[in-house]
Every structure is written in C-alpha cells, then in structure tokens.
C-alpha cells in the first residue's frame, strides 16, 4: 500500500485531471480505489493530512477533486468546440485492414524503375519511416452546430415557442329563451298516380302508323282432296269436348294491349313465307292421298 503524503495527492489529482475518473487516477498512481475514496471521505471531515497544492493554492483533497472534474468538463467542451470548427478525422480502412498514402510521384514509375533507383516503397512515410495512412474528413454535424449555438445564444439561436391563449367563452349568465314546440299538422292526402303509360314509344321507339281499335285476322281455308269413295270406311266420330259456358263478361283489351299486339302482327306478316310457294312435302302422295288408317285407329273428318 502506497504512504499517504502530499506528493501522492498531488499525482491523484493531477490523475483525476488527465482521465477524468477517480478510479482511473487511483490505478495511474498506484492506490487502491478504495484508498482513493477513502482519502476523499476523510477530507470532507477536516484532516489536515488531506490538505494538497493546486493550481497554487493549498486546498483539502476532496475540494482539489471537484476543481479537476471542473477542468475536465472544461477540456471536453474544448474538444467539442474544436470538432464543430475543423471537424473529424477518420483513418480509412478496407476490410478491416489500414490503406497508406501512396507516393503520386511514383505511380508513373514500373517496379523495375523503382528498383533501378533504389525505392523500395510506393507509399509516403513520416519522419520516422513509418507509412502514412490515409485519412477521411468529415465536416461538423449540422445539428450539433445548431445546438451549441442554441445553448450559448439563446436569445438569437435557441428554439422560440409562442404560446396564444385565446377564450372564446363568455363570461357570466347566458339566458337561452324557451322554444314553443311546433303544431302537429296533417299531411295532405296523396293522389294515386296512374303507372300505365299510354304507349311504349319511350321504350320501342316512334311507331309511324297508330294501332287499330280491333284486330281482324283473315282465315283462308284449305281444302283437302276427298279421297276415292272406295277407299273411305265408315268410322265413328269422336265426340269433341265442349267447354262450359262462362257467365263472365269480355273484357275490352287496352290501348296498351292493343299497341303490343299490332307491332307483334306486323313482325309476323313480316317474315311470313311468300305466297302460292310450293314446298316439296305438298306434293307428296302419302300427304294428299287418301291414306289407310291404321288397325284399331278412328278417323277423323
């Protein structure tokens, strides 16, 4: 364990100053940390053993300690302001390795030139013969200038807030009038609105010729040759079927009705076959002959 005397206080806090830690300075010269501290909490006590010189003035340990943390604070911001005015330099490596200034002079030159004129290296060396490494300069932060700026100029760099209380309600009673309520009245009463349109000119399109009242329909009957007397047999005639009577009288059809089934005669009058055109089944003696019905088979006339 190292003697406690003034000389050794004297390195702890000049220690204290250089690596700005208690512990750091303890291990520089040679005491324990413990030591370090205790020495400290003796100090705040009153021990005239304690008492150290620096910056030339006599002063207790713990007393020299704040003053050196104070000067190390003082260092650092020393350093900063350096950084925010020249900024950083960064050695350059690539992969992981260190990469060395090269001679431009040399670059010009083959290996056996450099060999020729004695050079053993391509690269620039310091005074000591070691190469120089390249290095990477980087300009201060932008935001770190602001900052510090900021914190040493308030009143022209530091963040303004302007702060705008505005009250938007009034003061005292507001008296609110009471509303009547309102008179319930009866709605008027709706008319029925006839949906059925007159004609679908809106929907088919302009009809040019308007739709009769009635529609007449014209039957030409056909004749059938009566087939030879002895080939007719005497067949019993079926009994048709009636349908009963209905008591319900005919309803008149609409101008609707009628519309639509104008247009639906003159479509089919439209695609319907010319007249007096023979089809080959017309001709056919099975169609036009008389025909043997078959057994069991009742004919129809």
């Given at each position: 364990?190292?003697?406690?005397?003034?000389?050794?206080?004297?390195?702890?806090?000049?220690?204290?100053?250089?690596?700005?830690?208690?512990?750091?300075?303890?291990?520089?010269v040679?005491?324990?940390?413990?030591?370090?501290w205790?020495?400290?909490?003796?100090?705040r006590?009153g021990?005239?053993?304690?008492?150290?010189?620096?910056?030339?003035?006599?002063?207790?340990l713990?007393?020299?300690?704040?003053?050196?943390?104070?000067?190390?604070g003082?260092t650092?911001?020393?350093n900063?302001?350096l950084?925010?005015?020249?900024?950083?330099a960064?050695?350059s490596?690539?992969?992981?390795k260190?990469t060395?200034?090269r001679?431009?002079?040399?670059d010009?030159l083959?290996?056996?030139?450099?060999h020729?004129?004695?050079?053993?290296?391509?690269?620039l060396?310091?005074?000591?013969?070691?190469p120089?490494?390249?290095?990477?300069?980087?300009?201060?932060?932008?935001?770190?200038?602001?900052?510090?700026?900021a914190a040493?100029?308030?009143?022209?760099?530091?963040?303004?807030i302007?702060v705008?209380?505005?009250?938007?309600?009034a003061?005292g009673?507001?008296?609110?009038p009471?509303?009547r309520?309102?008179?319930?009245t009866?709605?008027?009463?709706e008319?029925?609105?006839?949906v059925?349109?007159?004609?679908l000119t809106?929907?088919?399109?302009p009809d040019e010729?308007?739709?009769?009242?009635?529609?007449?329909?014209?039957?030409?009957?056909v004749?059938?040759?009566?087939?030879?007397?002895?080939?007719v047999?005497?067949?019993?005639e079926a009994?048709l079927?009636?349908?009963?009577?209905?008591?319900e009288p005919?309803?008149r059809l609409?101008?609707?009705?009628?519309?639509?089934m104008?247009?639906l005669a003159?479509?089919?009058?439209?695609?319907?076959?010319?007249?007096?055109r023979?089809?080959?089944?017309?001709?056919?003696?099975?169609?036009?002959?008389?025909?043997?019905?078959p057994?069991?088979?009742?004919r129809v006339?």
């Open positions: 364990m190292t003697k406690l005397n003034p000389e050794i206080l004297a390195q702890f806090v000049e220690a204290v100053a250089d690596t700005g830690s208690i512990s750091n300075a303890a291990r520089k040679g005491i324990s940390v413990s030591s370090a205790s020495w400290l909490s003796q100090s006590q021990g005239d053993e304690f008492d150290v010189e620096y910056m030339g003035e006599t002063m207790p713990h007393e020299a300690v704040k003053r050196a943390q104070r000067v190390v003082a650092i911001l020393d900063f302001q950084r925010l005015m020249k900024g950083t960064e050695i490596r690539y992969q992981g260190t060395y200034m001679d431009p002079k040399l010009l083959s290996d056996q030139d450099l020729d004129l004695g050079i053993t290296t391509r690269y060396l310091d005074d000591e013969g070691k120089i490494p390249e290095v990477i300069h980087h300009e201060p932060s932008v935001a770190a200038v602001l900052a510090y700026l040493n100029y308030p009143k022209t760099w530091g963040n303004k302007e705008n209380q505005r009250s938007t309600t003061s009673v507001q008296v609110v009471r509303l309520p309102a008179l319930a009866e709605a008027p009463a008319q029925p609105i006839d059925e349109p007159e004609d809106d929907i088919l399109g010729e308007r739709a009769p009242a009635l529609i007449e329909f014209e039957v030409t009957p004749s059938e040759p009566e087939p030879p007397a002895e080939a047999e005497p067949v019993e009994a079927p009636t349908e009963p009577a209905s008591d005919m309803r609409s101008t609707l009705q009628l519309d639509l104008a247009r003159r479509r089919s009058n439209a695609i319907r076959p010319a007249a007096g023979v089809e080959a089944d017309d001709i056919d003696t099975r169609r036009i002959g008389a025909g043997t019905p057994k069991g088979a009742t006339v």
